[in-house]
């Protein structure tokens, strides 16, 4: 693991203490879980802006296409697809 | 009818467990790269799409052209194996399954027809290949994982129901 400094307000750095207090982790840990969680809801709002593909977001996430799909359905993520695509939709079966 | 299909749409119509009615109905293409992305895990969809390549039910095709596909991933934003079985659907004029904005998008500038998962649970319901009781549950489940709008879940549910 490579070591950085950066300046961080003190509220941020009242919620490290705060976080690394009730998980009872030391707070470089609960930094990096928190820029997990971070990065993850981020993807996850850029998907659902409709800006990121399915694949793009699995990639971004490591994980496999299936297994976002299961997340963003325990997220209850809405599909970006339009009612107007889905009607369009049903003109590729004539 | 031959259609190529992204992996959202076959991992969707897997997870419902509709994916194998779908391969006696209609000739299943899919890219090499959306095969990978589709079988990379050891999980039940993985395992049920794995398991219709390996009958043959689900074709595996090369999409050759890297130039092309490279420029549709730039272009669109989206990844290889989306561009790959776009490519592919453009390349046989066929129709593209797909549950993906951005590749969805690319398809209406390239003209290029599109359907998604829902369709097809629509489609197989209407020709009399699936009873009402097992579309609705069908419906249900794709509502969760495919998690499309609530105009269109109500939409499909009035279709399976016989309203259009």
């Known amino acids: 693991m490579s070591v ?24 470089s840990m609960v930094a990096r879980e928190l820029m ?27 994980m496999s296409v299936s297994e976002t799909i299961d997340l963003l359905s325990e997220f209850n993520i809405q599909s970006p697809i339009e009612y107007a695509d889905y009607l369009k939709g049903f003109e590729g079966f004539k | 009818m031959e259609i190529v299909f992204d992996s959202s749409t076959l991992i969707l119509l897997a997870k419902i467990e509709l994916i ?23 999980i039940f969809d993985a395992q049920l799409i794995s398991q219709l390549i390996t009958e043959g039910a689900i074709k595996v095709l090369k ?63 209407q020709q009399g290949k699936l009873d009402k009781e097992s579309a609705f549950v069908k419906l249900e489940k794709l509502a969760v994982y495919g ?6 879940i109500d939409d499909a549910y009035a279709r399976l129901k016989g309203g259009s």
């Open chain 1, 36 to 62: 997990e969680y971070g990065w993850e809801f981020m993807m996850i709002r850029t998907y659902k802006e409709g800006k990121l593909s399915l694949s793009t977001l699995a990639s971004r996430l490591d």
């Open chain 1, 4 to 27: 950085i400094s950066l300046r961080l307000k003190d509220r941020e750095l009242k919620r490290l203490a705060e976080l690394s207090k009730l998980t009872q982790k030391d707070k």
């Open chain 2, 20 to 42: 194998r009615l779908v391969t006696e109905d209609y000739q299943v293409l899919i890219p090499d790269r959306v095969m990978q992305e589709c079988v990379s895990k050891d």
């Open chain 2, 63 to 125: 999409a050759d052209n890297k130039a092309v596909i490279s420029k549709l991933c730039r272009d669109f934003k989206i990844h290889t194996g989306e561009a790959e079985a776009l490519y592919l659907a453009m390349k046989r004029k066929t129709l593209l399954a797909v549950d993906d904005l951005p590749t969805i998008k690319a398809c209406k500038i390239f003209n290029q027809r599109f359907t998604t998962a829902v369709h097809f649970l629509i489609t197989i319901a």
């Open chain 2, 147 to 152: 998690r499309y709008s609530r105009r269109i």
